[in-house]
């Protein structure tokens, strides 16, 4: 009796200690998202302030849990070491739950989908995914887009820090063909002349926000606040904010 009353002071202790020292995530008061604003109508810069889709998404996740958020601008390939050092709470970049970045990251349900899809010069002889063969493919650094294009046989990758530097780099006629996600390349191929969207699409995707493996109550809160976002039609209505239906 008197050793179980030792122990279970020694752990509670030990929790007070954790909770202090901040072992369990920091700043109670605040959530952390790691991004890359970059990223067209999901994140993306307006005068000095980040905004988008995802911020909003964020935003309207951090209230259902009583915090405030803090958006971290980074290079999207730093998005997940980020999440898993604890530097950020979530990260949330329109990016895709995919096998390899679940070895590292758990990832929130789902809150919207995707595609990617090619983009090319007007005139170009690239009509189909097939057509990339031997062609010079750029897309930017990291994403899933850069997966698939290293997988086109012959293909020769270029590799951006930037969605937007792959597609100035099409225009300058550099590279053949930009692979990224179908909404950013609505919005560059709106921003540029003479480039078009393949209607042929590579694979759908679903986007989700990652969350550091041990962080398992934050998963459980973010997926709380999304199904009552999905739930009372809020998510939908951030999402017809920024993208207008065809
Ligand atoms: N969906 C793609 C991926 O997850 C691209 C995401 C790029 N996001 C960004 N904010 N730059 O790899």
Redesign the pocket.
């Known amino acids: 009796m008197k050793l179980l009353k030792k122990i279970l002071c020694g752990l509670s202790a030990a929790a007070i200690l954790a909770a202090l020292s901040g072992c369990s995530g920091g700043d109670d008061t605040k959530l952390i998202m790691a991004?890359?604003?970059?990223?067209s109508p999901?994140?993306y810069h307006e005068g000095d302030a980040i905004v988008g889709i995802d911020v909003d998404i964020a935003t309207a996740i951090a209230k259902e849990m009583g915090k405030e958020l803090v958006v971290e601008d980074m290079a999207?390939d730093s998005i997940i070491a980020a999440v898993t050092s604890g530097k950020a709470d979530i990260g949330v970049?329109?990016?895709?739950v995919d096998p390899d970045r679940l070895k590292s990251v758990n990832f929130s349900d789902p809150y919207t989908t995707?595609t990617q899809v090619i983009i090319v010069s007007e005139g170009s002889i690239v009509a189909t995914p097939d057509d990339l063969k031997g062609k010079k493919v750029g897309v930017?650094l990291?994403?899933?887009?850069d997966q698939y294009a290293s997988d086109i046989e012959g293909a020769s990758i270029e590799r951006y820090n930037k969605?937007f530097e792959a597609v100035q780099a099409l225009t300058q006629g550099k590279i053949d063909a930009v692979i990224i996600?179908n909404e950013p390349a609505k919005v560059f191929v709106s921003q540029s002349e003479g480039l078009k969207i393949l209607d042929e699409e590579f694979t759908t995707?679903e986007?989700a926000i990652a969350i550091a493996k041990e962080n398992t109550q934050l998963l459980n809160d973010v997926n709380a606040a999304l199904a009552k976002l999905k739930e009372s039609g809020e998510l939908q209505a951030i999402i017809d904010k920024y993208i207008s239906a065809e």
């Open positions: 991004t890359n604003a970059e990223f999901y994140e999207f970049a329109g990016m895709t995707a930017q990291g994403t899933t887009g969605g996600d995707e986007y």
